[in-house]
């Protein structure tokens, strides 16, 4: 019997001590946190903390739960310890209930998540356990310690990239591409405007669009915005807030107007950005919060055209090829993903507060887990 309880305790204590891997990456650069001691716990038990939606709401929905069941891997997915999370405006919208899609509860919200590979299903052939990793999408939801996604929503993360710049990428650079390369056509030599600038999807819209070889003009709403912009790419920046700036980025491309614009709130900026395309010009609608009445005549006189952006669901050869884009930007540094603001997992309703909020946006806003 003795002998038993002398090798189950060896076992723990280096079950334990091997916990310190899940601290790579910490914000807080620790050696092994309480919280990873309380991951090595957790495993042995079977269980996980997680934010999770027990009944629609507003942020004070997001309940912070410490006995969640670690979900389980099918043969083509992947059990992945979170170690950051993406916030994203849509989270918000399903946590209220109010979105055309309403997840089961209790729901754990989030898609976009970086970290290392727990454990693979039978079927999987890209991964192994340790692997850095981040997610386009995720089965289970990222708000939580672990999450299970299907191999194809899977990339590798290189050593470049910290979990919270990788918590960056999934959605963000993914939307990114898709509006610039795949929907609006966007060419070298080409003049873009990214309207909303400052925030993840544009951060991701400006580095792109200037690695590929246009010209970039991009627009924020404070001092902070404008000189981030700047510093990632853009040939000339604007405040929006200000009266008159279309005018200003009229002058700037002498009178001609610019060929795209990746436009992030529609519902305010539609209008002036039908005004601003030069002819044959696309306006790419990325995000959008209500109505507003346009005049249809513009897109006739220039010929312009103004279409939607939204990863369909599946869209794998899609996926992959964003991925085989992004990929060399990463390890060669013109990816560089900027974290606005990070967050503790019972900070979650905040994060949700402030990535609707009419506040000027500096960034991805994380979840640390």
């Not at 079927?123 to 981040?134: Q, S």
Request: aromatic letters at 8%; hydrophobic letters at 40%; one cysteine or more.
């Amino acid at each position: 019997m003795k002998f038993s309880v002398f090798i189950y305790s060896l076992v723990l204590s280096r079950f334990i001590v091997s916990s310190s891997d899940y601290c790579e990456g910490s914000s807080k650069g620790s050696v092994c946190s309480e919280e990873s001691m309380q991951v090595s716990r957790n495993l042995l038990q079977a269980t996980m903390r997680a934010v999770r939606v027990h009944a629609f709401g507003g942020p004070e929905a997001l309940r912070f739960d410490t006995d969640v069941a670690i979900p389980e891997p099918k043969e083509k997915q992947i059990l992945v310890r979170v170690h950051a999370a993406g916030v994203n405006p849509v989270e918000t919208y399903l946590r209220q209930g109010t979105y055309h899609i309403k997840p089961a509860l209790p729901w754990t919200p989030g898609n976009d998540c970086a970290g290392l590979v727990e454990k693979v299903g039978g079927e999987v052939t890209k991964f192994k356990p340790g692997d850095r990793v981040f997610t386009y999408k995720t089965v289970s939801g990222s708000y939580a310690e672990y999450t299970v996604a299907n191999e194809n929503d899977v990339f590798n993360l290189p050593s470049e990239l910290s979990f919270q710049q990788g918590a960056a990428m999934g959605i963000p650079y993914f939307t990114a591409y898709r509006a610039l390369i795949l929907r609006a056509k966007a060419k070298a030599g080409q003049k873009v405007l990214v309207h909303g600038a400052s925030g993840s999807v544009g951060i991701a819209s400006v580095q792109l669009a200037k690695a590929y070889g246009m010209t970039v003009y991009g627009t924020a709403g404070s001092s902070e915005g404008l000189k981030l912009v700047s510093n990632i790419g853009a040939r000339s920046v604007f405040n929006h807030k200000e009266p008159g700036y279309t005018d200003k980025i009229m002058e700037a491309t002498d009178g001609l107007g610019v060929d795209i614009i990746i436009e992030m709130l529609a519902n305010v900026n539609l209008q002036k950005d039908l005004e601003l395309l030069a002819r044959g010009g696309t306006v790419a609608v990325v995000g959008n919060r209500g109505n507003i009445e346009i005049n249809p005549r513009l897109t006739m006189v220039k010929e312009t055209s103004i279409v939607g952006v939204l990863f369909p669901p599946g869209a794998e050869e899609e996926k992959q090829q964003v991925n085989a884009a992004i990929q060399p930007g990463m390890e060669q540094g013109w990816i560089k993903p900027v974290i606005g603001k990070e967050y503790t997992m019972k900070e979650a309703s905040q994060a949700h507060e402030d990535v609707i909020s009419n506040k000027p946006t500096l960034g991805r806003l994380v979840i640390v887990i």
